[in-house]
């Protein structure tokens, strides 16, 4: 299923950071791309157990081996989607904990 939404730092709940433009999301893949500081970034994560627990890469322009990500997926009876996402890049030591909210559609 195709899904959009907004990407949280668990340090700064009270605001979105960026717009997930798009999403797949599969039981057995999580592929989305965002912008972030006017790059685009890309992020493939696969299941591990067909569909709660993920871990991949991610990167600008491709992804790099030394940005690893790992999620868990909810799933709402709706479709709406949140992941609960812990990253860390290996070449500067810098990760943290996101919360992505995804889904079908937004009300306006």
Known sequence: MKLTGCMYSVDGLEE???VVKEAV??????????VA???TMYAVLHST???????GT???HVREKGC???????QSKSGEVLLWLNWHREDDGNGGTIIIHLAAEWES
Do not use: H, L
């Open 37 to 39: 500081d006017g790059s």
């Open 16 to 18: 979105y950071e960026f």
């Open 49 to 55: 157990d067909g569909g709660t627990q993920y871990a």
């Open 68 to 74: 690893v990500m790992e999620a868990t997926r909810f």
């Open 58 to 60: 991610f990167g600008t």
């Open 25 to 34: 999301v599969t039981n057995k893949r999580i592929a989305f791309d965002w």
